[in-house]
């Protein structure tokens, strides 16, 4: 079964720093992509960025990138020069075909605060 | 915006009765997946349609059930509610084939 793993439940930050969320994943698949949203308080899901595992370049986009370390499991979020709307929750998922659905596994979430 | 759209936006619902939650497709996404988030936690995946077939359920019961259209449209019903089932409900749509999944706004549903 594949399972995703946050292990900060709240994270502060700065305006205009830098932050790294971590994210851990565990799965038998070859081949897998890993997701990070964004949930305001309003409850939509946003999509940051996608990693796919063959993906030899960490991904980007914009001020969000992806420390992927596939030997680690890890798939860290960086979000930098942070600004005062990125307060939120962020959820780390994997896709998942386990079953026959595509679905995605997420974690638990960070909640993520940044103080003017 | 994700062109995805739910209804209702809020619920209040008490225990025992029944509840429908609609989603809409964005266009060409033929597969529509319900993921139910309680406080404080990540999405839990309840089930998946596609052309208008259940295509996988997580560990949810048979009471949670759902209907896929041939707009792609979908609901997700939920019998006899419980305390527990209070949470977010959201639907995610994509096209089979494809990693990424669009969201809707949710339902909010408390259960009274």
């Known amino acids: 079964a594949q399972k995703i793993t946050q292990t900060q439940p709240g994270m502060f930050v700065q305006e205009k720093e830098a932050v790294t969320l971590d994210c851990t994943y565990d799965t038998s698949d070859q081949s897998y992509g890993l997701f990070w949203y964004k949930q305001p308080s309003s409850g939509e899901m946003i999509f940051l960025i996608y990693?796919?595992?063959?993906?030899?370049q960490n991904a980007t986009e914009g001020r969000y990138s992806l420390n992927f370390q596939k030997a680690r499991k890890s798939a860290n979020l960086v979000i930098s020069a942070s600004q005062l709307g990125d307060s939120a929750m962020y959820f780390c998922?994997?896709?998942?075909?386990?079953?026959?659905?595509?679905?995605?596994?997420f974690g638990k979430g960070t909640k993520l605060t940044v103080n003017p | 915006e994700t062109g995805v759209t739910q209804s209702p936006t809020h619920l209040i619902k008490t225990r025992g009765q029944q509840v429908t939650l609609r989603c809409s497709s964005q266009s060409g996404h033929n597969t529509v997946s319900w993921y139910q988030q309680a406080l404080g936690q990540g999405p839990q995946f309840i089930f998946q349609y596609y052309r208008e077939e259940e295509n996988g359920r997580g560990n949810f019961p048979p009471r949670f059930s759902g209907l896929q259209f041939p707009n792609y449209s979908s609901e997700l019903n939920v019998n006899a509610l419980e305390l527990d089932d209070s949470a977010l409900y959201l639907c995610a749509t994509l096209r089979r084939g494809y990693n990424e999944q669009f969201f809707g706004p949710g339902t909010r549903l408390t259960v009274l």
């Open positions: 998922a994997m896709f998942s075909t386990q079953g026959g659905s595509e679905k995605l596994v």
């Open positions: 990693q796919g595992s063959y993906d030899e």
